[in-house]
């Protein structure tokens, strides 16, 4: 039987992911998150801070019917942050000045300057506007840390979030929004996983072990990592991880089809010469 998924699409907005100068972060820390709440992350995607790059990456990412689409960066201030004009584009809706957006922003910096002992009387500046400026018929989702308000927009059966790009401020919001909505929407279906390590066999020989364990365990997906601690111990000594994932629901007893599978592979490994060693859990 198939299991129904809750698919989630990541869409990271930024120049500086791709032209190398910083690392994602913000997805390799979504991903894993949306994973352990027993979600499906089909795509991550990373585009340029051009608007039409934004509006049709929206587009088809709407197409597939994802339940959540994630956008991260691109809710600031300044000239390059574009997200909400390019959703808005794609959802072919004008953007508007948010009164609530615009209070909260305003808040937030007030609060600032009331920390640092300056002047209260804000003016509201068009770069300060901008991060209020929303698509129409949008919510705005609150940024417990940060002055850029997040987004939220239901679209033909999928909920869309922008969310700021700044790591802390996605984490803050993605905790206290996104992720009881996952989880609401997922129910009792979980993600377990367990690894194990593989030494004296190559990983080509492992690949049929692989196929065989799988085929007998419906559900199990099993993925080698080859170790690299240094040149000389590759050649001498293959050190693989062997990393075993479920997604099911819990009465199904997953973590026990994943211990059945690993012991099935660990047996096989042994027979054909390998050793096969456990992950400790903490």
């Known amino acids: 039987m198939t299991l129904v998924t809750v698919d989630i699409e990541i869409i990271c907005v930024g120049n500086e992911l791709l032209i190398g100068k910083i690392q994602n972060t913000n997805a390799y820390w979504l991903t894993k998150q949306a994973t352990q709440l027993g979600a499906n992350v089909k795509r991550v995607t990373e585009i340029q801070d051009l608007i039409e790059e934004i509006a049709n990456c929206i587009c088809e990412a709407i197409e597939r019917k994802p339940q959540f689409i ?83 927009v239901d679209v ?26 996952i989880k609401q929407a997922v129910g009792d279906k979980v993600f377990c996983e367990r690894s194990m390590f593989v030494e004296n066999v190559m990983e080509s020989y492992l690949a049929p072990l692989i196929d065989k364990v799988m085929s007998d365990n419906e559900g199990v997906y099993i993925k080698s990592h080859v170790c690299v601690k240094s040149h000389s111990q590759m050649q001498n000594k293959p050190h693989i991880e062997i990393h075993l994932t479920i997604r ?19 047996s096989l490994v042994e027979a054909n010469g390998g050793k096969a060693i456990p992950e400790v859990l903490g």
Do not use: C, W
Request: proline share 7%; no cysteine.
């Open 156 to 181: 033909q059966g999928t909920v869309l979030f922008a969310l700021p790009g700044v790591p802390v401020e996605m984490e803050a919001i993605f905790t206290e929004t996104i992720a009881p909505l």
């Open 248 to 266: 099911a629901e819990e009465k199904e007893k997953p973590d026990e089809k994943l211990l059945k599978a690993m012991l099935e592979l660990a």
């Open 70 to 152: 994630i956008t991260t960066g691109g809710l600031g201030p300044t000239f390059d942050d574009k997200t909400l004009e390019g959703i808005a584009k794609g959802l072919n809706r004008k953007l508007d000045i948010n009164l609530k957006a615009l209070a909260i922003v305003k808040q937030r910096i007030v609060e600032y300057h009331k920390k640092r002992e300056l002047s209260t009387e804000i003016e509201l500046t068009a770069p300060r506007v901008k991060m209020a400026t929303f698509p129409a018929a949008t919510e705005v989702v609150n940024n417990p840390i940060g002055t850029a308000p997040g987004m939220r």
